[in-house]
């Protein structure tokens, strides 16, 4: 049988599988078991066991649940209250004035969560209830949450991006630097909307209410602090070289465990349920990575990849015909399935073709974030959209509606990314890791 067949074959079964309602994880496996018990003579017990058990013990891994673990005790702290109160008196002058919490909020949370959902819940629990009772225009405020919550997947320390890490065998330190300028670059694309905006619809922006001196300002703005201070040890200490990802993530569980005693939001209630959620994310994301991997190898038997990569080379396509193909793919995929099985799925057979076209690794990585971002705020299946849904009462076609203009900011920054490479590679190549 041909190799187009062989993967015409495997593809509809996996689209059977899937469809069929089947764990992610058992549905890559039995894949992988399909194609090596029909078409190998390979023996298949043997592959699966050394495979399952080869990803699974990966070292790169233990940052992992510690990085998810940190983001849950968060979760239960007063930080995003703190991060309101601190941010919005110096957001009255500004137009579009408080809706700017949204953005920034979300952005020094994803800093020190790693989790899009995490993000969008923790500060749109805060900042909605305040946006609503001062009048703020109600769709752009769920649209600016939920837009602004996926930063949990770009900015550092991002969960998705170990994932990558791993199943590109790529630096994690790397990965985490490179995602800071496009994660500066969204946030400033997303603030400069809201003020053109605020010039275009001046009656969906409230007057500013709220007149404070200098010095209580700066009062306020030291309920940041905790916050700072954890972004600065867990990522400056990545940045500085100091530390190994999983180290930092070490440091942050300690820290995130401090402020939350510090401010007196955890109980062993919270702190037992922070760690069994931590566990079960964490289980569930290695035991779809080990059954990828199996089926990374069942694929590999049966050359797939590399006939893949050697059909991209000799049909000869530009980097760009490349990529907006696999833009075209991912976003339909991320209409049906999350970022991490998105990223988990495709990087076997992607990254050969990938590689073959002389993509750098780290820059394709931030742009499959970027391409799973969107992904969490188109339906139907947009988590962001859930947690806002759920936040705010509305329906997912109410909350779509404000979330158009930053879905199409969102795509233009793919396109800024593809045109200046430079925004993501030019920082980690300026740094030294440890690893």
């Known amino acids: 049988m041909s190799l187009g067949l062989m993967g015409l074959v495997l593809v509809i079964l996996l689209v059977v599988l899937l469809a069929s309602g089947l ?36 070292w790169s891994l233990t940052a992992l649940p510690l990085f998810i673990w940190m983001g849950e005790i968060l979760f ?23 809706l700017h919490v949204n ?38 405020v769920l649209g600016s949450l939920a837009a602004s919550g996926s930063l949990g997947l770009l900015i550092p320390p991002s969960i998705i991006l170990i994932v990558y890490g791993v199943a590109a065998e790529v630096s994690i330190s790397k990965l985490f630097v490179a995602g800071v300028i496009p994660g500066l670059v969204i946030v400033c694309l997303f603030s400069l909307y809201i003020m053109v905006f605020s010039f275009v619809k001046r009656d969906a922006i409230p007057p500013e209410t709220e007149y404070l001196k200098f010095t209580e300002k700066l009062k306020r703005s030291s309920r940041l602090i905790p916050a700072v201070l954890l972004i600065v040890t867990v990522i400056g200490s990545i940045y500085g070289g100091l530390t190994t990802p999983t180290e930092a993530a070490a440091l942050g569980v300690v820290g995130a465990l401090v402020l939350a005693l510090v401010t007196r939001t ?27 991997a199996f089926m990374s190898v069942a694929m590999a038997y049966l050359d797939i990849p590399e006939g893949l990569a050697s059909w991209i080379g000799r049909m000869d396509l530009h980097s760009g015909v490349l990529i907006l193909a696999l833009s075209m793919l991912f976003t339909v995929m991320g209409c049906f399935l999350d970022g991490v099985s998105i990223i988990i799925m495709s990087t076997s057979v992607v990254l050969p073709m990938i590689r073959a076209a002389g993509i750098d690794l780290i820059w394709f990585g931030i742009f499959l974030v970027i391409i799973v971002e969107i992904s ?60």
């Open 376 to 435: 969490t705020i188109t339906p139907p299946v947009g988590f962001n959209l859930f947690v806002i849904q759920k936040l705010s009462g509305r329906d997912i076609f109410y909350i779509s509606k404000g979330i158009l203009p930053f879905l199409a900011l969102l795509l233009l920054s793919v396109v800024i990314f593809a045109i200046f490479p430079d925004l993501i590679t030019w920082l980690p190549s300026q740094m030294n890791f440890q690893r």
């Open 266 to 292: 955890i109980t062993m209630k919270r702190f037992s349920q922070s760690a069994m959620s931590a566990l079960s994310t964490s289980v569930m994301i290695n035991f779809i990575l080990a059954a990828a």
């Open 23 to 58: 764990w992610i994880a058992l549905s890559l496996m039995t894949i992988g078991f399909f194609a090596l018990s029909v078409f190998t003579d390979f023996p298949v017990g043997s592959v699966m066991a050394t495979n399952l058990w080869g990803q699974s013990s990966s």
């Open 103 to 140: 953005v920034l909020g979300c952005g020094i949370f994803a800093a020190i969560s790693g989790s899009s959902t995490a993000t969008a819940a923790t500060i749109g629990r805060m900042a909605l209830p305040e946006l609503r009772k001062r009048g703020y225009h109600e769709p752009t």
């Open 76 to 98: 239960h702290t007063k930080i995003s209250s703190d991060m309101f109160y601190g941010l919005a008196p110096w957001m009255g002058k500004v137009p579009g004035r408080l």
